[in-house]
């Protein structure tokens, strides 16, 4: 197993397939404008194909393929069946907005897909239009329903919570996990990227979201999937599901982080709030085989030493305080989630 120097083994890869988005969403990229990358310098299927062949003969068992927003990268349906196919897959998800997911879902279902977590911040339309720009809420409920009818499972609902926003949408999207069946993951929000005004005035803690849902729905806590899972889980009570609460702001899990992440153009990033990559496109295309690639993979993990959240939450507490445009980020809309 591959671990860095603070011994975190790298188990799964998060593959960004695009930085185009059809959203605008305030916490990821709020503005009309801006410098898309170069098509040609998107990775292509084959590419990243490969790379993920790397990752997986190095320790990687699940993959997550991202964006911008994924399902508008062309015939993704055949990315999903190459990447199904690799030895060592044991877990092949996506994250989507859900608006293009009814009528995706079947093709990617067929080339072997078998989870999906859809970004929902709001079931509320005049909401969700103020957070996205767009009136595609019926469409996303449209496709959540038919990846549950093509049997995915599970499909999870990730909800960014923005004081001044949205946390009355809190309670509502837990009764909808509820009594729909989808189980939702809270976010707080962070300072990813830097188009956000991301200040801490705009936090909503884990600790008031477990109040507000615990204050209607009496919940038990779970703990971490494989202890090691961004989201802390909370069963109801009443057995009507659970819900989860990633806080990474207030209860950073930097210590247990196993993700590492493939920018849609091909820089392996170690942290989500990572400032730079190590450029593997760059190998890919000088001609590199597959163990100039494992030796560049392996050294860019070996020498992993990120923990910036909980870096963050000390200054937070600090009397000088935390500045989140100090740091420039990679963007959001490049890297994923």
């Given at each position: 197993?591959?671990?860095?120097t603070?011994?975190?083994p790298?188990?799964?890869?998060?593959?960004s397939?695009?930085?185009?988005?059809n959203?605008r969403c305030d916490y990821c990229?709020?503005?009309?404008?801006?410098?898309?990358i170069?098509r040609?310098?998107?990775l292509?299927?084959?590419?990243?194909?490969?790379?993920?062949?790397v990752?997986l003969?190095?320790?990687v068992?699940?993959?997550?393929?991202t964006?911008g927003e994924p399902?508008l990268?062309?015939?993704?349906?055949?990315?999903?069946?190459r990447l199904s196919?690799l030895p060592?897959?044991?877990?092949?998800?996506?994250?989507?907005n859900?608006?293009?997911l009814?009528?995706?879902?079947?093709?990617?279902?067929?080339a072997?897909?078998q989870?999906?977590?859809?970004?929902?911040?709001?079931?509320?339309?005049?909401?969700f239009?103020?957070?996205?720009?767009r009136?595609?809420?019926?469409?996303i409920?449209?496709?959540?329903f038919?990846?549950?009818?093509?049997?995915?499972?599970?499909i999870?609902?990730?909800?960014?919570?923005?004081?001044g926003i949205?946390?009355?949408d809190?309670l509502?999207?837990?009764?909808?996990?509820r009594t729909q069946g989808?189980?939702v993951?809270?976010?707080e929000?962070?300072?990813?990227?830097n188009?956000?005004d991301?200040?801490?005035g705009?936090?909503?803690?884990?600790?008031?979201?477990?109040?507000?849902?615990g204050?209607?729905f009496?919940?038990?806590?779970?703990g971490?999937?494989?202890?090691s899972a961004p989201s802390?889980?909370?069963r109801?009570?009443?057995?009507?599901g659970d819900?989860?609460?990633i806080?990474?702001?207030?209860?950073?899990?930097c210590?247990?982080c196993?993700?590492?992440?493939?920018?849609?153009?091909?820089?392996?990033?170690?942290?989500?709030f990572?400032?730079?990559?190590f450029d593997?496109?760059?190998l890919l295309?000088d001609?590199?085989?597959?163990?100039e690639l494992?030796r560049a993979?392996r050294?860019?993990?070996?020498?992993?030493?990120d923990?910036?959240?909980?870096n963050r939450?000390?200054?937070?507490?600090?009397p000088?305080?935390?500045r989140?445009r100090?740091?420039?980020?990679i963007?959001?809309?490049s890297l994923g989630g």
């Amino acid at each position: 197993m591959l671990c860095d120097t603070l011994q975190r083994p790298a188990r799964d890869l998060r593959i960004s397939v695009t930085d185009r988005c059809n959203f605008r969403c305030d916490y990821c990229m709020p503005h009309d404008h801006y410098q898309w990358i170069e098509r040609r310098e998107i990775l292509s299927f084959e590419e990243i194909t490969r790379l993920a062949r790397v990752f997986l003969r190095l320790g990687v068992e699940t993959i997550r393929l991202t964006g911008g927003e994924p399902l508008l990268r062309r015939d993704l349906d055949r990315l999903v069946g190459r990447l199904s196919s690799l030895p060592g897959v044991r877990d092949l998800s996506l994250t989507t907005n859900g608006s293009l997911l009814a009528d995706r879902i079947e093709s990617l279902a067929r080339a072997g897909l078998q989870r999906i977590n859809v970004s929902l911040d709001s079931l509320d339309p005049d909401r969700f239009f103020k957070l996205t720009r767009r009136r595609d809420l019926p469409r996303i409920l449209e496709g959540l329903f038919a990846a549950r009818r093509l049997g995915l499972s599970p499909i999870k609902i990730n909800a960014v919570i923005i004081r001044g926003i949205n946390e009355e949408d809190i309670l509502g999207l837990a009764e909808f996990s509820r009594t729909q069946g989808f189980p939702v993951r809270f976010i707080e929000y962070m300072d990813a990227g830097n188009a956000s005004d991301w200040h801490s005035g705009k936090l909503v803690t884990k600790q008031e979201i477990l109040e507000r849902i615990g204050g209607r729905f009496p919940i038990r806590e779970v703990g971490r999937s494989e202890g090691s899972a961004p989201s802390v889980d909370y069963r109801f009570a009443d057995g009507k599901g659970d819900v989860g609460v990633i806080a990474s702001v207030t209860e950073p899990f930097c210590s247990g982080c196993t993700r590492a992440r493939l920018t849609a153009d091909g820089k392996l990033v170690t942290c989500l709030f990572s400032e730079d990559g190590f450029d593997l496109k760059r190998l890919l295309r000088d001609g590199a085989g597959e163990e100039e690639l494992s030796r560049a993979v392996r050294a860019a993990w070996l020498s992993r030493a990120d923990r910036f959240s909980e870096n963050r939450l000390a200054a937070l507490q600090s009397p000088a305080g935390y500045r989140a445009r100090a740091r420039r980020k990679i963007e959001m809309i490049s890297l994923g989630g």
